[in-house]
């Protein structure tokens, strides 16, 4: 568990205006305002909601 990919993400644009299933992913990964970040282990449900809302955020590898 030490070696697990994490990954930053944050948000960098409004979610005013974008589908509803954009912003209950965005509210799932605690991104609520414009600059939030938060670090999740890198897996393929994170990335399916990073999927989603590529449009609206940043990923960084950490």
Do not use: R, W, Y
């Amino acid at each position: 568990m030490a070696n697990e990919n994490k990954i930053k993400v944050t948000l960098i644009k409004s979610p005013n205006g974008v589908l509803k299933c954009h912003k209950v992913n965005l509210e799932a990964m605690g991104l609520h305002k414009i600059g939030d970040s938060n670090i999740f282990v890198n897996d393929a449900c994170v990335q399916g909601k990073i999927k989603k809302v590529v449009h609206l955020v940043k990923v960084e590898e950490i």
